[in-house]
């Protein structure tokens, strides 16, 4: 099993709508988790820090569940910018971070 | 002050030659990472520094690859006698200390011919 995993999508929504992404993590010591957006041949970029207590960032929303062991990603309102793929990431005060494969996401006009 | 830079930014080399790349992190950075990612894939970690202490070099996929950090700067990985399925982009990323966000570099595009 990987250490984190994404739903590769891709996901195709209308512009306005919104969507949201799971991101699981398997090691139960992890205590930092980021949301990362990658346009294509670019370097992922920092889009949020994941708070234990849940975080919001305008359109952007995230959410961790320690219980279930999944961090989740919600985007209000999406607009076509948002086309770019999504990484999760999580790791802990002592290792690394571990990324998923990233999902996809599409926005059509 | 400067994000992580990476040199070089494209390198086209033949099958079996050696190849290195560089990492200069962001200053201060205790951190630094080294991933790779082939084309339409995610994020392969492949070895991480922290400081003075031991890497983690568990991401590495074979005896070909290796990785040097100077003290909290610069950073080398050398790919020995390269194959075609070691092209992909390396990225290249630091945080001020392990858990911190990780800033990455531009990548080095790698194509083993």
């Known amino acids: 099993r990987k250490e984190v995993e994404q739903d590769p999508g891709p996901f195709n929504v209308p512009e306005g709508a919104t969507v949201a992404f799971n991101c699981t993590y398997s090691n139960s010591a992890s205590q930092s988790f980021f949301w990362y957006r990658q346009d294509c041949r670019k370097e992922p970029k920092l889009l949020m820090s994941?708070?234990?207590s849940g975080n919001e960032d305008g359109r952007f929303t995230a959410q961790l569940n320690r219980a279930s062991q999944y961090i989740s990603l919600l985007i209000r309102d999406s607009k076509l910018s948002d086309s770019a793929t999504y990484l999760c990431?999580?790791?802990?005060?002592?290792?690394?971070?571990?990324f998923g494969s990233g999902t996809r996401l599409s926005i059509r006009p | 002050g400067a994000g992580v830079s990476q040199s070089p930014s494209n390198k086209v080399t033949e099958k079996g030659k050696d190849v290195e790349l560089r990492c200069d992190p962001i200053?201060?950075?205790?951190?630094l990472y080294w991933y790779r990612q082939r084309l339409g894939q995610g994020l392969e970690f492949l070895i991480y520094?922290?400081?003075?202490?031991?890497?983690?070099k568990s991401g590495l996929p074979s005896d070909r690859f290796s990785a040097e950090r100077t003290g909290e700067s610069v950073s080398t990985l050398t790919i020995q006698r390269t194959q075609q399925e070691d092209s992909a982009v390396y990225l290249c990323?630091?945080?001020?200390?392990?858990?911190?966000?990780?800033?990455f570099g531009e990548g080095s595009w790698l194509t083993v011919v």
């Open positions: 994941v708070y234990s």
């Open positions: 990431g999580g790791g802990s005060s002592a290792s690394k971070i571990i």
């Open positions: 520094f922290q400081g003075n202490s031991a890497p983690d």
């Open positions: 200053s201060g950075h205790t951190a």
């Open positions: 990323a630091s945080s001020s200390q392990t858990g911190n966000t990780i800033y």
